[in-house]
């Protein structure tokens, strides 16, 4: 079975630019969240979608937003990068939107701002 | 407060157990302790999860302490391939209504041949 799929696999940007991610959940799953991890931290909640409904946001400006498809997949869209924002953005999969099923992730995409 | 408290790394020895200890001293009644771990280059990965009980599952066991506050993750034997950051997570339902996992900064595990 595929896995969490994310894409692209590396991006490079330049400040003040937008950017899109992508995200193909586990078939079945009905729950998307996006995680930002920055080199040598865990990883940080930015965005649950759920049934195409936003369900939660972490503590990110309103520069991140996100949409999530009928088919289930999701995006996640930055806009007017900066340097911080340089960092492995990660998608989770999960049957349902409750916390005590099982979290899927993708192998992320790696995004450079220069 | 979301915190756990794990040692910042361990090592360990191929195919022996190895014990990796969270603290969660302020744990809720209905908070469960979720173990991801993330290999190199690579995003994080489930590996067991409960909420009183000890658990075990094909990967690994989950000791949980009776006052629940602390537990520990245990692998029975370790393989060059149980090399990673290993996340200790509560997750309290009901709280905001999402799957949110608060990462901390895990422990990191160097398994020597």
């Known amino acids: 079975d595929a896995g969490v799929t994310q894409s692209p696999t590396h991006l490079i940007k330049t400040r003040g630019q937008h950017v899109t991610l992508r995200c193909s959940p586990i078939s079945g799953h009905k729950s998307v969240s996006w995680y930002q991890q920055v080199l040598g931290q865990g990883p940080q909640f930015i965005f649950q979608?759920?049934?195409?409904?936003?369900?939660g946001r972490g503590n990110f400006p309103d520069r991140f937003s996100a949409r999530q498809f009928p088919n289930y997949s999701s995006e996640l869209n930055v806009n007017a990068l900066l340097l911080g924002d340089s960092a492995l953005y990660l998608c989770?999969?999960?049957?349902?939107?409750?916390?005590?099923?099982?979290?899927?992730f993708g192998p992320g995409t790696r995004l450079t701002v220069t | 407060d979301a915190k756990t408290t794990q040692p910042n790394s361990m090592e360990s020895n191929e195919e022996e157990p190895v014990h990796l200890p969270c603290n969660h001293s302020t744990i809720s009644g209905t908070d469960y302790i979720h173990w991801y771990r993330q290999l190199p280059s690579q995003g994080p990965e489930y590996v067991i999860h409960g909420l009183t009980s000890n658990v075990n599952n094909r990967m690994a066991s989950l000791a949980i302490a009776e006052d629940r506050k602390s537990s520990t993750l245990i692998l029975h034997r370790a393989t060059l391939r149980d090399a990673a950051v290993y996340y200790c997570?509560?997750?309290?339902?009901?709280?905001?209504?999402?799957?949110?996992?608060?990462f901390g900064t895990g422990t990191l595990l160097a398994v020597q041949p």
């Open positions: 997570i509560r997750y309290r339902p009901g709280s905001g209504a999402t799957n949110k996992l608060i």
């Open positions: 979608y759920y049934e195409k409904e936003e369900r």
């Open positions: 989770a999969s999960s049957l349902e939107w409750q916390g005590f099923y099982e979290q899927y």
